[in-house]
């Protein structure tokens, strides 16, 4: 561990701890085009309308990191507490990047139901009062377990290719490659476990070139689809939340499962 990077090793590691609630996790790429070959450098974050503290690299909590273009997938090296937590050189043909970050199952307690009430108001999650007492469960003290699956979109030299979904139990796909054939719209397929989640709440941030965001409501159609405005200058961050059942038996009462994609039209 680097001496000079302790403290903000350890600020970190304590943001990456805070509860689940409202807040996004993301992949900030610090440029969304690089050329070939080039220093590609992306940061974890962790926060609220689409501004977050850099998280550190930490193998512990990460389930899955890693670099895909078009057929080709490569694991991200990186070393324990690293800030960026991807610090690497892009790769040397030019095409569509993916970044994409999994982390292991962490947990939050609610001390009190007007706060989970809250969340699942927020996100537009089926889970009523009336449903969590059905199951018995406290009104007090329960405990959700979430789960994060990131992806950016980065353009590598020209940046033309198209995403893919990559097996993650709950992801964005890019219909539209932003960075290539937009038309004003980018189309997103939103997947759980494999199949279209339709009529799903998408929380779009828009980050205008001076920092200022919009967030915007969107919902899925039936295909598990979504169309957004974007407007060239501009990066982006889509968000949406599973919330089901925990398997019985356990501390755990809820499972979350957050999908995430940020990429920038040009």
Known sequence: MRPC????????????????????????????????????????????????????????????????????TEPVKSRMGDIPALSTTAPPSSGLLVILHVTRPARVTYAEMATFQSFVAHKDLAVSAADHAARGLPESDFTESYRRFAKALVAVGDGAGADQ?????????ALTNPYADHDGTVRLRLLYQGKSRGNAQVELFDKAPDGTVTTTLYRTDAQGIVTLPVTP????????????????GGDIVYESLWAAMTFAVP
Not at 28 to 39: F, I, K, L, M, Q
Not at 165 to 172: D, I, L, S, Y
């Open 233 to 248: 200058g501009h990066s982006y961050l889509a968000d949406a939340v599973v919330l089901r059942p925990a398997p019985p």
């Open 5 to 72: 990077l302790s403290l903000a090793i350890v600020v970190a590691a304590i943001l990456s701890c805070l509860p689940a609630l409202a807040h996004e996790f993301w992949i900030s790429p610090e440029d969304y085009r690089v050329a070939p070959g080039a220093p590609l450098v992306a940061h974890l974050r962790n926060g609220q309308s689409f501004k977050g503290a850099p998280l550190a690299y930490f193998s512990t909590k990460t389930a899955r990191f890693e670099l895909i273009q078009g057929a080709n």
């Open 165 to 173: 979904p990559t097996g993650m139990e709950t992801e964005f796909v």
